[in-house]
C-alpha cells in the first residue's frame, strides 16, 4: 500500500481525457463498429410522440437496447411495431453522450419470419372477432341488381380489367373504380379511405353512389397482401353501410378484410359473377313468366268458358219452371169460392148450437139458489161467534189455576239459605287469611329487630353522625363540624362546629368498631331483602 | 300483390311479385275479375323489369382525387 502512494503508479503518464472526449471517443468506436447492424429481437415498450418519430425497446430475455424510428422511416415501414412483435430490424448504433446511453437508429424493420406475422395476424383478427365485427348477422344482404358498383382497386392492371370484363358478360353496369395503391406502405390507408369515401358519398350527388362495393386485389405473396391484413382497413370495411364484396388474392389467401366484408369472393373475377346476375338469363326468366302468365290467364278464361256451357247446358227451360206452380194456382183457385161458403155455414151451426140454452129463466134460477144459501148460514154467524169466546175463557181458566205463589216461594227460601252458608265460609276464609298473614307480619317483625343495628346497639356498639350523614372514618369524622352518637337509650352531640383532638379521638376509636353499624341502617330501610336472604 | 306504384319498384322487387303473380293465376284460385287484375299487374312489372334489363349500359368512370384523398371529380374510363 504504502508503495502505491510514495512511487508514482506507472498510468499516472496516461493521457487524462475530459468526459466530453471519452464520449466522443466511444461514439466514434461504436458508431464505426456497428454502422450497420442486424438486429433481431422482440418490440418492447413503443412511444409514438406528436412528432412522429418512433421510439421502441427491442429486446430479448437478457437484453434490451433502445431504438429510434424517424418519422420519414416510419412512414414508409411495411409493418408498424406493435408491443410483442417479433422482428429483424436494420440500422446503425449511435450513442448520445448527453445521457451516456447509446441506442440504435433503424432504417428498417421487418417481421422476424412468417410465423411472427401469422402470429400477429391471429392476435388482431381475435380482437376484432371478439367486438363481434365477424358476426354473421352483421352481414348485409347484396343487391340482386346494384345499379353503380363501386370497385376500390389498383386502376392499372388485371384485376379491373378482369371485373370489368366479367359485367360486361354478364350485365353492363356503372363502375366506379377508386384508385388506390394494392400494395406496400400506403395501401392499408388509402383502401380504407376508399372505403370511407365511397360510404361518405351522397345519393344524388356529382359523383352518384354506390350501391355495392368491391375491394379487389390480384395474388401476391402474403407481404404483398398484407394491407388488407391491417386493422383500419377491417374497420372501414365493417363500417361500410354500402354492401361490400372482398376479392383479395388467390383463393386460399384469406385476408383480414374477408372476414369484415358482407361476401368474400375468391377471386376478382367471381366478385363480378356475385355482384350481378345474367342479363340475357334474367330476360329469358323475364319472357318465361310472361308467357306462363298469358297462359295461365288465357287457361282460366278458357276453363271458366267451358264451365259456363256445360252449366248452361244443365239448366232447365224458363217456362218448365214454371208450369208446375200454375196448376197449383189454378187448382187453388177453382176451390176457393166453394171452401168460402162451407166456411160460413159451418160457422153459423156452431153459433145456434151454443146460443140455444142461454135465457133469462136460467139466470133467475141461478139467483134464488144463491139467496136460499144465504138464508140458510145468515143466522148462525151470531151464535157461532159466543161460542168460541166460550171455548178461549175455559182455556184461560184452566191455566190460571195451575199458576201457583207458594212454589215460587218456597225456591225463594231454599236459595236465600244457600247465600248464607257461603257467605259464612266466605267471611271465614278471609279471616283465616287474615290471621295467617299477620303471625307472618309479627315473625317478620321479630326477625327484624334482632337484625336491626338497634339490637346491636344493645351490645355496646354506637353510630356517629355527622352533620347528618353516616361517619364511618377518622377522615370522616375530623372534617365534620359536629358529631352525633347514637347509644341503646338516645344520642349525644359530641362538640359544635370546630372538631377537637379529644372528641375525634373517640370519633377514630369508633369507627374501628364500626363494621357492624355500618350495614345496620341498611335493613331499616330493606327488610324485605335480608327476609329473602334466610 | 302490393300497392306499390310498379314505376318505383327495384328489379328484384319487381321480379319477385312478377313470379307471385305468375303462381296465382297458375293455381286458378282466384276470380275471373280479380284474375285479369293480377294479369294487368303482371303486365306491367314484365314491362318494369324489361326496362331495367334493358338499361344495361356500361359506363366505367375512376374517381379522381384531391391531394388529402377526397375525391375531386370523375374521368372516364375507356379501353379496359
Known amino acids: 500500500m504504502s508503495d502505491l502512494i510514495d512511487d508514482p503508479s506507472p498510468g499516472l503518464n496516461d493521457p487524462e481525457f475530459s468526459v ?32 412522429g418519430h418512433v421510439y421502441l425497446d427491442l429486446k430479448d430475455d437478457k437484453s434490451v437496447i433502445n431504438g429510434v424510428i424517424w418519422k420519414g422511416v416510419a412512414s414508409r415501414l411495411q409493418i408498424q411495431p406493435e408491443e410483442g412483435m417479433e422482428v429483424v430490424a436494420t440500422g446503425r448504433l449511435t450513442t448520445f453522450g448527453g445521457q451516456s446511453r447509446y441506442q440504435i437508429v433503424i432504417e428498417d424493420m421487418k417481421p422476424a419470419g412468417m410465423g411472427a406475422l401469422m402470429a400477429m395476424l391471429e392476435k ?35 384485376v379491373i380489367r378482369d371485373i370489368l370484363h366479367r359485367l360486361r358478360d354478364r350485365f353492363p353496369r356503372k363502375v366506379l373504380i377508386w384508385p388506390v395503391a394494392v400494395q406496400g406502405d400506403r395501401c392499408a390507408a388509402e ?46 370495411a365493417a363500417a361500410s353501410t354500402i354492401p361490400l364484396i372482398s376479392a383479395v388474392g388467390h383463393e386460399t389467401d384469406t385476408t383480414l378484410i374477408d372476414y369484415v366484408s358482407d361476401r368474400r369472393a375468391p377471386t376478382p373475377t367471381a366478385a363480378a359473377e356475385i355482384a350481378v346476375p345474367v342479363r ?71 153459433l145456434s148450437e151454443v146460443s140455444g140454452p142461454l135465457r133469462p129463466n136460467m139466470l133467475r134460477a141461478r139467483l134464488g139458489q144463491a139467496s136460499q144459501r144465504l138464508a ?85 356498639y354506637a353510630v356517629v353522625r355527622g352533620d347528618g350523614d353516616l361517619v364511618t372514618t377518622a377522615k370522616q369524622a375530623a372534617k365534620a363540624g359536629a358529631l352525633e352518637i347514637q347509644f341503646q337509650d338516645a344520642r349525644l352531640t359530641v362538640g359544635d362546629g370546630t372538631a377537637s383532638k379529644a372528641e375525634s379521638q373517640p370519633a377514630q376509636k369508633k369507627p374501628a368498631r364500626k363494621p357492624a353499624p355500618k350495614p345496620a341502617p341498611k335493613p331499616k330501610k330493606d327488610s324485605p331483602d335480608q327476609g329473602s336472604l334466610f | 300483390m302490393s300497392d306499390r306504384p310498379v314505376s318505383e319498384m327495384t328489379f328484384e322487387e319487381a321480379m319477385a311479385e312478377l313470379e307471385q303473380v305468375v303462381g296465382q293465376l297458375e293455381r286458378g284460385d282466384v276470380a275471373l275479375d280479380d284474375s285479369i287484375k293480377l294479369y294487368e299487374r303482371g303486365a306491367e312489372l314484365k314491362k318494369r323489369c324489361e326496362t331495367k334489363l334493358k338499361e344495361a349500359e356500361e359506363k366505367v368512370a375512376a374517381i379522381t382525387l384531391d391531394g388529402e384523398g377526397n375525391p375531386a371529380g370523375l374521368t372516364p374510363v375507356e379501353g379496359l
Do not use: C
Request: net charge positive; charged share 30%.
Open chain 1, 376 to 460: 140458510l148460514h145468515g143466522p148462525r154467524l151470531a151464535s157461532g161467534l159466543t161460542r168460541a169466546i166460550e171455548r178461549k175463557r175455559d182455556a184461560l181458566d184452566r191455566r190460571t189455576d195451575r199458576l201457583d205463589i207458594e212454589r215460587v216461594e218456597r225456591e225463594v227460601k231454599r236459595r236465600r239459605e244457600r247465600f248464607r252458608s257461603i257467605e259464612y265460609s266466605l267471611s271465614e276464609a278471609g279471616r283465616r287469611q287474615t290471621m295467617a298473614w299477620r303471625d307472618h307480619l309479627t315473625a317478620l317483625a321479630r326477625l327484624r329487630d334482632t337484625l336491626g343495628y338497634k339490637a346491636t346497639l344493645k351490645r355496646g
Open chain 1, 280 to 350: 340475357h338469363e334474367l330476360l329469358a326468366t323475364l319472357e318465361g313468366q310472361g308467357a306462363r302468365m298469358a297462359q295461365a290467364l288465357s287457361l282460366g278464361v278458357a276453363s271458366r268458358g267451358q264451365r259456363l256451357r256445360d252449366l248452361a247446358r244443365a239448366l232447365p227451360r224458363p217456362e218448365g219452371l214454371l208450369d208446375g206452380p200454375r196448376q197449383r194456382l189454378d187448382r187453388a183457385g177453382e176451390r176457393l169460392p166453394a171452401a168460402l161458403q162451407t166456411g160460413v155455414s159451418r160457422r153459423r151451426v156452431h
Open chain 1, 191 to 236: 383502401v380504407a379511405n376508399a372505403i370511407n369515401g365511397f360510404n361518405a358519398l351522397e345519393s344524388g350527388g356529382r359523383i352518384p353512389r354506390p350501391d355495392l362495393l368491391i375491394v379487389a386485389r390480384g395474388g401476391g405473396s402474403i407481404e404483398d397482401l398484407w394491407g388488407f391484413n391491417e386493422e383500419i382497413v377491417a374497420r372501414a
Open chain 1, 20 to 51: 466530453t472526449e471519452l464520449s466522443n471517443a466511444i461514439k466514434r468506436v461504436i458508431e464505426g463498429e456497428f454502422g450497420h447492424v442486424r438486429i433481431r429481437g422482440e418490440v418492447g415498450r413503443v412511444s409514438r410522440p406528436r412528432s
Open chain 1, 124 to 158: 388482431r383478427k381475435a380482437a376484432l372477432a371478439a367486438e363481434g365485427l365477424f358476426a354473421p348477422e352483421r352481414k348485409k344482404k347484396l343487391p340482386y341488381l346494384p345499379e353503380i358498383i363501386g370497385v376500390v382497386t389498383s386502376p392499372s392492371g388485371a
